[in-house]
């Protein structure tokens, strides 16, 4: 497949140089018009132009499941999206919550244009894409500022560490207001030592945490993803929510505060 350097209007495959390696844009031929990207080799984002609100990446799912029975005490959804990609659940989000003021915090500055020129995202102030690092930025921002803090950071496989620590956890609850939630995409292998650590670093910031994966997952059977999220009040307490997981393409089991504790009770906070 060729590289490419320049693009017209709307998406084509290809493969395209960034400013930290490249991205390669590949049809989906399962949807009318679906798009994977895949950022240095690994698999980023997924849109369906069609669908904003289609989800492909069951965590994504999940993650929208949360948000959609959290009770936010504002009336206008505040959202800080650390890390870009594709946009897709910001742009979910933008569908769901018409009101919604969201920033979406990208640290390629090329990919961020590219995402912009491809899909038809919602522009300022709905979405705003900021270029820069996802720790630097929230450092710098106003104390009760958002309602939803959501990290999916990965260099490669990983998330970066200055982003899993209890300092900069306790930034994201400085951010966030009363009533507000931070959601994390925790990827882990089958022993779940960083879900463990995460977990702890989390619930030690926030009174209420939960937590989703697949039963498989959660039983060290393979490796994937998992959601970790902490909030100053109860989380997953909604039946409905339940039943969403239960029912998704691959059903899911939900942790709330208690069992999320007990799981991580000998796991050692994680600090800079």
Known sequence: MAKKKQQSSGPVAGVYDTDTGTCELVRDTLTADGWTILVNGVPSSHIDIDDPTQLDFEYMRWMAGLVR?????????????LGGGACTLARCFAAEYPDARQVVVELDGRLAELVREWFDLPRAPLLR?????AREVTE??????????????????VTPPPLLTVEFTEHVRRVLAPGGMYVVN???????????????TIGSIFPHTAMIADPAMLKGRRYGNVVIAGSDVPLGGDPALTRELLGGA????MWTDERVREFARDAKVLRD
């Open 69 to 81: 029975h959290h009770p936010f005490a504002s009336d206008k959804l505040r959202a800080l999206h």
């Open 129 to 133: 894409i900021r270029v820069g690092e």
């Open 140 to 157: 710098s921002l106003t104390q009760d500022s958002r309602d939803l803090i959501v990290r999916d950071v990965f260099a490669g496989a």
């Open 186 to 200: 925790c990827g882990d292998t089958r022993d779940l030592v960083t879900t463990k650590r995460e977990a702890a």
């Open 250 to 253: 691959v059903p899911a089991q």
